[in-house]
């Protein structure tokens, strides 16, 4: 039988690590490098060492982190939906994109520099790909 955690009961920086170490599992399934993941996550090259390598316990994350990481489960939530095939799954943001706001770009090169705005954007098309509104 699966145990199923209630993030309730759950300590925050409890929370937060299991949030982190799933957004960096996202990221690597992306085919992101350690630079991308630092700067999608906005970590430290030690923060993210540390929450991928060690035995830590816990993390501590800010809101901006949070919110960052929400988009990352929420397209990657998306991306399932759209397709059953894990290729496309994983592939779909390393991907050339002939969409108007993508122009042929894939949508990792528009997140992969970590500016926020552009994490929003890329997250509002893929969510329109699932039926989302976009707006």
Not at 2 to 12: D, F, G, V, Y
Not at 15 to 29: C, E, S, T, V
Not at 107 to 132: C, M, Q, T, W, Y
């Amino acid at each position: 039988m699966t145990k199923h955690l209630n993030p309730a009961s759950l300590a925050r920086g409890d929370r937060d690590l299991i949030a982190i170490r799933a957004a960096m599992n996202i990221l690597d399934k992306w085919g992101c490098n350690n630079e991308q993941q630092q700067n999608i996550l906005q970590l430290s090259r030690a923060a993210l060492y540390k929450y991928r390598h060690s035995d830590t316990q816990s993390a501590s994350l800010s809101h901006d982190q949070l919110t960052r990481i929400s988009y990352l489960l929420n397209m990657h939530s998306a991306l399932r939906i759209v397709f059953s095939n894990p290729e496309n799954v994983y592939g779909f943001m390393a991907m050339a994109n002939h969409n108007a706001y993508f122009n042929g770009a894939t949508p990792l090169s528009f997140i992969e520099g970590g500016e926020f705005g552009n994490l929003h954007e890329v997250a509002k098309r893929v969510d329109v790909l699932r039926g989302g509104l976009a707006g």
